[in-house]
């Protein structure tokens, strides 16, 4: 039984699917006697007879039929583990998600350093809200997501990391551009762009408490997902646009950026997700890494 191998085990289900030697041939793209010389080989290695042969065709024997599923079982074994050796073989991903709610700049010394050190890892990015990168780390589409705080994030591990002030986006010709810092208090009468809340739900709610605090109540206008179309749009001077502070990056002629005074009250946090029970083999790199290029000290 020790030189059983699975070629005859191949051999001899096709022809128990079958029940004829010729047909199964046909299918194993091979000659009849051929096969019927591997079977009686099979036969005399297991001692005892497989198939029942006569004029009315051909059986299983009762030793065919107790060997027949643990053939297609020892087969289906055999085909599950190539099939894993073929996936381990093939080239590894880290898939990382990045929100839209700062400069995708902020990332790229990250990034560098994560293509750096991961050799045969590939790195797959995805920018979007928060909200559908927590989803899609849930879902396991997403190995892991530098999102912004306050999120929900569930059942998620969350390693907090930095803090963006928000700042004022305006026209670069406004009054208000001559002032080296600026106040809700001064563009409280101004036209102000601001997210819609189904972007980013809990950070909106964070920041209409800090503008029920200082009683700021402007005229809102629908902000453009696209940061390019928003500052086109404040250079174009139909308002004004609070934005995390890395945005200072996007340089646009028109548009002047001021420090805010309620900045760091109305801050976005930036933290790292994912999820704790099925963490990915390269996320203690992902977390030292984002530790040494985002992070504030926190806990390992």
Known sequence: MRTLDTHALSLFCAVARCLNFRQAAEQLHMTQPPLSRAIKALEERLGARLFERDTQGVALTQAGRTLLPQALHILDLLDTAQASLRRDAAPAR???????SVAAGLFRPLLAALEGQLHD???????????????AVRKGQLDAALIALPSATFELAVQPLARQPMMLALPAGHRLAKKRKLSLFDIAAEPVYWFERARQPAFFD??????????????????????HVLLGDVAAGKGMALLADSFRALRLAGVAYRPLLEGEELAAGIGLAWQAETGHASLPLLRQ????????????
């Open 94 to 100: 880290l898939r990382l998600g990045l929100t839209s």
């Open 121 to 135: 890892v590939r790195l797959e990015l995805t920018a979007a809200p928060s909200p559908r990168l927590v989803a």
């Open 206 to 227: 964070h920041c209409q408490q800090v503008f029920r605090r200082h009683g700021f109540a402007p005229m809102f206008l629908r902000e453009a997902p696209d940061h």
């Open 289 to 300: 890494l984002a530790q040494e290029h985002l992070g504030i000290s926190c806990p390992p």
